[in-house]
């Protein structure tokens, strides 16, 4: 199967940059254990749907889920033995997919709670305004603000993580804890190749400001592939 460098980078950039603001808090074991049951639980609702309904992961669950897709050989055992079948995965979603996203996550989570009982996520909640007309009979009650829940790929989605250690926890899979903590360091140093390279190249014009964060502008990510030829 080919891959769309040019669609796929970005997606997997931004990834990293947003996964390095928990790399620290996901190194701990009892986050780790739940991190894992998340992911075990997705997949078992993603393998009980048909193939052409889109579920949408969070951001702790794809971290995992990445792990495992690192490890060919044994992602595909691990889901043959526990789904019956190789659960396809790709970080680009055609554009039929992107506009029904929002409602796919929603989706997700009415799912994901109906069959574990679990909460999946907590919703964002973000101010919109609202014009309210002076004369209207709900004045007196209304906001010039109402608040409003909106998802974001990665973004926005939280998942709160218990302190406290799960009795009945078992990893089914053939990666481990050590392996996403690894994985994690990997995208740490990806991460600094990127700053590293985009350092080495010659800038053409002055008007060009090195990003704190990595930048995903077509400028930015035109010099980092010129950086790998």
Not at 10 to 37: A, D, G, V
Not at 83 to 106: G, M, P, T
Not at 129 to 157: A, G
């Amino acid at each position: 199967m080919s891959v769309n460098i040019d669609r796929t980078a970005p997606e997997l950039i931004s990834l990293l940059e947003k996964t390095s603001h928990f790399q620290q808090k996901w190194k701990e074991s009892i986050i780790l254990k739940q991190m894992i049951k998340r992911y075990y639980q997705f997949m078992q609702l993603k393998s009980s749907l048909p193939m052409n309904i889109l579920l949408i992961p969070t951001l702790d669950i794809e971290i995992v889920w990445q792990t495992h897709l690192l490890r060919h050989q044994i992602y595909q055992n691990d889901c043959i033995r526990l789904f019956h079948r190789v659960i396809d995965h790709s970080l680009i979603i055609n554009d039929i997919e992107q506009f029904f996203k929002e409602q796919a996550f929603l989706d997700t989570c009415q799912l994901y709670e109906q069959k574990f009982g679990e909460k999946y996520c907590s919703l964002p909640l973000i101010e919109e305004k609202n014009e309210v007309k002076s004369n209207s009979i709900y004045h007196k009650y209304e906001s010039l603000y109402h608040i409003k829940p909106i998802y974001s790929y990665w973004d926005k989605t939280s998942f709160e993580f218990s302190l406290n250690s799960s009795k009945n926890y078992e990893n089914p899979f053939s990666f481990t804890e050590d392996d996403i903590i690894r994985d994690g360091k990997s995208f740490d140093l990806c991460k600094q190749f990127m700053f590293n390279a985009i350092e080495k190249l010659p800038i053409w014009d002055m008007f060009y400001i090195r990003p704190t964060e990595i930048d995903l502008k077509p400028r930015a990510l035109k010099l980092l592939k010129k950086s790998y030829e």
